[in-house]
């Protein structure tokens, strides 16, 4: 079982963002608590020195299995399914610009809520046309550089668009491309899957990373989630990819993620 953990490159509103703050002392907590990886939120990459990030993960002998986009919605409201061509198009330019990062840390890109909402005044069949077409672009711009892009279904509270597996699965049709896949988080899958471990079974090779975080949001181990469970089913779809923890940090982050760790190593 490979695992990392959230952690922001940049000052941020979302709670689950387990690790914030700065960079060097939280790559080197992470390692020391025995994680395999860290996952990056970076809003912009402009904002970030690739080659002083780089240093600093390969430093601490961490891997960065993906890449978190959210944040261009959360604070400045990028989204592919704003009414304004012009948001739409800069939602398009900045995931494009994070396929150089990714293409460096050998990273999946996210697609989380910068895929937008269907907004007032917004028929929801032009919101999908405007993410499928989205979707297409980013995928095709990360294709030739051996990048994959995963969307995750978020819950009903969060987004309106795509909340489940099944509407994942439809969307990977429509989409088209082998490098596009889903991201899937088990906060959200239990708000809106039936049964977990149906909708990992039914994704198979599509999952091409994986979010944990229990029931409540906080860490494994400490909701009622079936851990055990849902492990084994996503075992049986050949998954090679990572666990990545992304949960409040309750009490305090190093002590969620020490939590966390050790829950999923007892249970793996
Ligand atoms: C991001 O990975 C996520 O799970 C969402 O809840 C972001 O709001
Ligand atoms: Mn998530």
Not at 84 to 99: F, M, P, T
Not at 241 to 252: M, V
Request: aromatic share 6%; with cysteine; charged share 20%.
């Amino acid at each position: 079982m490979k695992l990392s953990i959230v952690l922001s490159t940049q000052q941020a509103q979302f709670q689950a963002a387990t690790f914030k703050g700065d960079l060097e002392t939280n790559l080197a907590r992470i390692a020391a608590l025995g994680y395999d990886g860290v996952e990056l939120a970076i809003r912009d990459p402009k904002l970030v020195d690739l080659d002083s990030l780089e240093a600093l993960v390969q430093k601490s002998n961490l891997r960065v299995p993906a890449i978190g986009t959210g944040q261009a919605w959360g604070e400045e409201g990028l989204s592919f399914t704003d009414p304004d061509l012009q948001i739409r198009k800069q939602a398009i330019e900045r995931i494009k610009s994070h396929v150089p990062a990714a293409g460096r840390l050998g990273a999946v890109i996210i697609i989380g809520l910068i895929r937008g909402i269907v907004k007032p005044g917004v028929d929801s069949i032009q919101a999908m046309d405007w993410l499928v077409k989205a979707l297409r672009e980013c995928s095709e711009a990360a294709r030739p550089h051996g990048i994959r892009l995963a969307l995750e279904p978020i819950n009903r509270y969060e987004t309106t668009l795509i909340n489940t597996v099944p509407k994942g699965l439809e969307l990977i049709e429509r989409v088209g491309a082998d490098n596009f896949g889903l991201l899937l988080d088990t906060f959200h899958m239990n708000i809106e899957e039936p049964v977990i471990e149906d909708s990992i079974r039914a994704c198979g090779s599509r999952i091409f990373h994986f979010h944990v975080a229990d029931s409540n949001r906080w860490h494994p181990g400490a909701g009622h989630l079936d851990f055990k469970s849902i492990l084994t089913a996503l075992d049986s779809t050949s998954y090679q990819g990572w666990i990545s923890g992304e949960f409040i940090p309750q009490p305090d982050a190093e002590t969620a993620a020490q939590k966390s760790i050790a829950f999923l190593q007892q249970i793996g």
